[in-house]
């Protein structure tokens, strides 16, 4: 059923003809006319990357209420309803706070233009001022030195995941111009915590600290991690920690969770002893990556023992960490439901899983203009070693697979956050 939000989040894509348009300039205008709420947010945790931003963030934010600290976050893109991107004190914005909130904005705006990431991330500042709070984790939408949340001059923490090639078309070709995008959100005298790194994009990483006086906590050089059997060593300053597998699905999320303990451990103040720490890494949530799906009418359209999994990476970086997974579990046959962007790079996400996976059956993204059709994405994913064919939907491509099956076997669909979200929407 519509949302009167719906109604209001609809007219706010029309305000700018480009969806994406880096720049500050028009938020910076927006917010001046709303009295500069930016400058009045909780202590910040700024952070950008290409890979494991929410990942990190859902640690940090199950961490610090573990040792009882009201959180805000704003992450983004939300996967079934916009509300997930606001969350205020461990709560999801309310409907008519929400739709309040993006009408203040709306009427201060007027007709100027601005994109719909910029007026939603300013009704996410007015939210977080009006809350009180111990802390934001605040997460870039795109790139970082020209990110609408970059218009915060001094957050307490910066954070930077691993950088890797995504949106070329926004942020650059090459590794070293996406980091040095990425390096943007980098500010004199703010400590940053640095994910694992190629060597090009540390060096750019490191060039841009040292240009604005950012002190740097690089991976591999200043903290470290050690996966074992159950879990991990994080290693810092001489002192070695062990922690159990964290929640998330994966073994790149031991590399996701040392983040977090990497820029947990530059909160000072916060009340983060070790056993908060640790149960924040057992008790996250991050819905849509490596989640297992054993209830809703999905999962009813296959037959007993078989597995529905679902993943919304989406790069060539999130490609290989899937293949990663998936090839240390070849207990059963493995199917691709796939669907993605044509924006996005398909044989480079894909090449990785295609000697893992015997049938790939390709589908549109419901409601997404820009999504590859059933026979683009087909034909890309035979370019990449498939045996693929197109499907009407997933419903069709589940029945297809079980049918034509022998045994039981697991179902990955993957390619895209927007076909997660759609799936967890159908799926009830």
């Keep these: 059923m519509p949302r009167p939000s719906d109604a209001v989040l609809d007219r706010l894509t029309r305000l700018h003809p480009k969806v994406i348009d880096l720049s500050l300039g028009r938020i910076e205008r927006l917010l001046y006319r709303l009295g500069n709420p930016e400058r009045e947010l909780p202590p910040v945790v700024h952070v950008a990357g290409t890979n494991g931003k929410g990942s990190v963030i859902a640690y940090l934010r199950a961490m610090l209420e573990a040792g009882g600290r009201r959180v805000h976050v704003y992450t983004s893109p939300h996967l079934t309803r916009f509300h997930e991107r606001i969350r205020l004190n461990g709560t999801l914005i309310e409907e008519p706070e929400l739709v309040d909130l993006l009408e203040e904005c709306e009427a201060a705006n007027g007709p100027s233009p601005i994109t719909f990431f910029e007026i939603t991330t300013a009704a996410a500042f007015l939210a977080f001022t009006r809350h009180p709070a111990d802390i934001l984790l605040l997460e870039t939408g795109l790139g970082g030195r020209l990110d609408a949340t970059n218009v915060v001059e001094r957050p307490r923490l910066s954070v930077i995941t691993p950088v890797s090639i995504d949106h070329v ?50 991976a591999g050089l200043d903290w470290r991690f050690e996966p074992n059997e159950h879990g991990f060593t994080f290693v810092e300053g001489g002192t070695s920690r062990a922690f159990d597998r964290p929640a998330l699905s994966g073994a790149h999320q031991i590399e996701n969770a040392a983040m977090a303990l990497a820029a947990a451990g530059r909160l000072e103040g ?29 999962p009813a359209l296959l037959p007993e023992g078989w597995e529905l999994w679902l993943d919304g990476g989406h790069n060539a970086a999130a490609g290989l960490a899937l293949a990663g997974e998936l090839g240390r579990r070849r207990d059963r046959p493995l199917h691709l439901i796939f669907g993605m962007m044509n924006s996005k790079a398909v044989k480079e996400f894909l090449k990785p899983l295609a000697p893992l996976a015997q049938s790939l059956h390709a589908v549109a993204i419901p409601g997404e203009p820009n999504s590859l059709s059933p026979e683009a994405a087909a034909g890309e994913a035979r370019a990449a070693g498939f045996a693929a064919r ?21 179902v990955v669909i993957c390619g895209s956050l927007y076909l997660a979200g759609r799936v967890l929407t159908d799926n009830g």
């Design 169 to 218: 078309q926004f942020l650059g070709d090459t590794l070293e111009a996406i980091a040095a995008e990425k390096a943007g959100i980098l500010k004199p005298g703010v400590a940053a915590v640095i994910g694992p790194q190629a060597a090009e994009a540390l060096a750019v990483i490191e060039s841009r600290a040292a240009a604005v006086g950012a002190p740097l906590s690089r």
């Design 270 to 298: 916060f009340g983060l002893d070790d056993g908060a720490l640790g149960r924040g890494l057992s008790e996250a949530h991050w819905p849509g990556r490596l989640q297992t799906l054993k209830q809703g009418p999905l």
């Design 390 to 410: 197109p499907a009407h939907g997933v419903a069709e491509a589940l029945s297809r697979i079980s049918a034509d099956a022998d045994g039981p076997g697991r």
